[in-house]
């Protein structure tokens, strides 16, 4: 079926034009096996300077595992605010704001439900699941409200992607205000001075039953979305609106209705990763602020608009942040995830798995 | 009655006026074909149509139905599809999701036959069925946009310049395609560059210029036209 290609233009380059020594070497060096390969050299660094310290195996596994399950809930924001990009074309900062709204909204929730004995081994009981399943379609609904009242106004004047930008940050610092209007300043836990053993796993590797039970369920929410976006017509609808959406539309997709499912999309997982957060440590005002940075660093690295990249992206985050707390102040944490996303921007702005370039 | 009216349509973007007073007709069955130099507003004409552009005066009709203000989601299920010339397929979607996003329209149960359909129509896409639909040549783009569009079972496609960028050999099966399209009963119009080519296969056609349509005619005989080969057929 040879006949069927297009022949080349006339004139078309062909050996006249090939690359030059330094073409080539810059283009390998923006490849996606050169930043894997850098990716890879940080990590090893971050193990070998702990090691260096004397920090134990033992607790460098630990802290490796504990990474992961960061990098679950880094996923859970992170895959929304690559779906809300990939739609709308647009940084959403208020999506940190959702983050902690989600995990207060289910503490609400607890505090009206009536509170069971724990799950064994687990230190919650089945009120902190229900706070969970409310919280993630009310945080959905909140953000469709944002949409309507702010963003899709902004839609229909063919705004630019700067105010856009900014209004989702004036809605970030709204929803904290708001957040901190209700609650107050002060920290919570989801369960005050309740027992949390620690697991022993094999491998002296030391895990709290809840920690595994974030990195479960993260990774379940996450499979979950995966098969939404790639078997369900409404899925296949975001996929197609992120690709193209003046095609779209003339494939008969009404994309407002999209856009409306991504954002409540979007909110649900943020909430959840909010309440996953509030489980592994406590309640604050700015846990979803401190989270905005290690989730746009997954996004970045991912390749933007792509939540299998987002998911990759949030995992390695994760785990350099946490295995850096064996020598680092974990304040430090949002900076090696910047000093990451600064790396990839440098290296490949398009990502892991950005199309462009290849 | 025609399938489609345009009727003294007059649009353009922001305060740019491109179309003035253009009417065009196409009967059920048929296909015409809209020429004319760069710039005279031949795809504009298309926007207008499926509901990209809101038309600032005149009424686009389909079946007699006003359709100037719906949207172009709305307008595919009533019986009009659309090939846009560029940015015409999902390129980060397989050549199969591609063509069964053409049917979104339609719930579940006949996609299969339909695909089975367009398959039959272009061999090709099926052995690129689960392929990224980016990563295809032009020509079978080019076949993938109009297998999308043909999923819903239209009575007229709108074609933007099918044939642009496209290979000599290749320009002949997609014409050669979209007159086999055409004896299944659907009615064609389309825009075209390669305008003798795409006025011999034409029942009828219009010639644009400066945003109106200037004359109007059976394709063939506008083809062998000598004014209009002189102005728009390049000799």
């Known amino acids: ?358 | 009655m025609p399938l489609l009216k345009v009727d003294g349509v007059t649009s353009g973007y922001g305060d740019m006026e491109v179309l003035r007073d253009v009417s065009l007709a196409v009967e059920p069955g048929e296909i015409v074909s809209i020429i004319g130099p760069n710039g005279a507003g031949k795809s504009t004409v298309m926007k207008v149509v499926f509901g990209q552009l809101r038309p600032w005066q005149g009424r686009v009709e389909l079946d007699g139905r006003d359709i100037s203000r719906l949207p172009p989601y709305e307008i595919v299920t009533l019986g009009m599809c659309y090939v846009p010339q560029v940015a015409n397929i999902f390129t980060d979607l397989t050549v199969e999701e591609n063509l069964e996003l053409g049917a979104f329209a339609l719930a579940g149960r006949e996609v299969a036959a339909r695909k089975a359909r367009i398959y039959e129509l272009f061999p090709r896409l099926k052995e690129r069925a689960r392929q990224e639909a980016g990563k295809m040549s032009g020509g079978e783009r080019q076949m993938l946009a109009m297998g999308s569009a043909l999923m819903l079972d239209p009575r007229l496609l709108l074609l933007d310049e099918p044939s642009a960028g496209l290979a000599p050999k290749m320009v002949d099966v997609i014409f050669e395609r979209i007159i086999r399209v055409n004896r299944t009963g659907v009615a064609i119009l389309m825009v075209e560059q390669n305008a003798r080519e795409s006025l011999k296969m034409a029942h009828r056609g219009y010639v644009m210029a400066n945003g109106q349509n200037r004359v109007e005619g059976p394709g063939p005989e506008l083809a062998d036209d000598p004014d209009v080969a002189r102005l728009y057929l390049g000799g």
């Open chain 1, 1 to 358: 079926m040879a006949d069927l290609d297009p022949t080349p233009a006339p004139g078309a380059p062909a050996a006249t034009t090939a690359p030059t020594l330094r073409e080539r070497v810059r283009a390998a060096l923006q490849s996606r096996t050169a930043l894997v390969v850098i990716i890879l050299a940080v990590l090893a660094l971050l193990w070998w300077s702990a090691v260096a310290r004397d920090v134990s195996a033992e607790r460098l596994l630990s802290l490796t595992v504990w990474g992961v399950m960061l990098g679950g809930v880094i996923a859970l924001g992170a895959i929304g605010l690559t779906l809300v990009y990939g739609v709308l074309k647009f940084p959403n900062f208020s999506h940190g704001a959702m983050v902690t709204l989600g995990a207060y909204l289910a503490f609400a929730f607890m505090a009206v439900l009536p509170a069971g004995p724990a799950l064994r081994p687990f230190s919650f009981g089945w009120e902190f699941l229900a706070a969970l399943v409310l919280a993630m379609p009310l945080v959905g609904v909140v953000a469709l409200a944002l949409d309507r009242v702010v963003y899709r106004r902004l839609r229909r004047q063919n705004a630019s992607l700067v105010l856009f930008a900014m209004a989702s940050l004036a809605m970030a610092f709204f929803l904290r205000s708001l957040i901190y209007l209700i609650w107050g300043p002060d920290f919570y836990f989801y369960y005050d001075a309740r027992a949390n053993p620690v697991l022993d796993l094999p491998l002296n590797i030391r895990v709290q039953a809840d920690q595994l039970f974030i990195v479960v369920l993260a990774f379940a929410i996450v499979g979950l979305v995966h098969l939404l976006l790639t078997r369900t017509r409404m899925g296949k609808a975001m996929r197609a609106t992120a690709n193209n959406p003046d095609l779209a539309q003339i494939r008969g997709i009404n994309t407002e209705r999209v856009i409306a499912w991504t954002w409540i999309m979007g909110g649900a997982l943020a909430a959840a990763g909010g309440v996953m957060y509030g489980l592994s440590s406590q309640l604050r005002p700015e846990m979803g602020f401190w989270l905005l940075l290690p989730m746009f660093a997954a996004v970045i690295m991912g390749g933007v608009g792509n939540p299998r990249g987002a998911l990759v992206g949030a995992l390695i985050i994760g785990v350099t942040q946490q295995v850096s707390t064996a020598f680092l102040n974990p304040a430090y944490g949002p900076a090696v995830a910047f000093a990451l996303m600064v790396l990839t921007l440098l290296v490949r702005p398009q990502g892991l798995f950005g199309a462009r370039g290849g």
